[in-house]
């Protein structure tokens, strides 16, 4: 399974963000699972993108999901 993280930074347009989150997550291999493990990641703290204020991973956790050779930036 491949992880994606997607950056919000503030000011992020909803729908931006909500195409490549539901075409990563829709994702699915030949026998049904899913492709994908999405992550939405921002900067410590409240974004605004309009109705969408609290994003559910911090840089650092998605640092850690790519482990600790990875640059998340």
């Known amino acids: 399974m491949h992880t ?5 930074l503030d000011g992020v347009i909803a ?21 994908c493990r999405v992550l939405v990641c921002s900067p ?9 204020t609290r994003v559910g991973a911090s840089p650092h956790a998605c640092r850690r999901a790519f482990g600790s050779s990875s640059a998340v930036a």
């Open 4 to 8: 994606v993280a997607l950056l919000a």
């Open 15 to 35: 729908f931006g963000l909500a195409t490549p989150l539901e075409a990563f997550a829709l994702a699915r291999l030949p026998d049904g699972r899913a492709a």
């Open 44 to 52: 410590p703290g409240e974004i605004d993108a309009g109705t969408l």
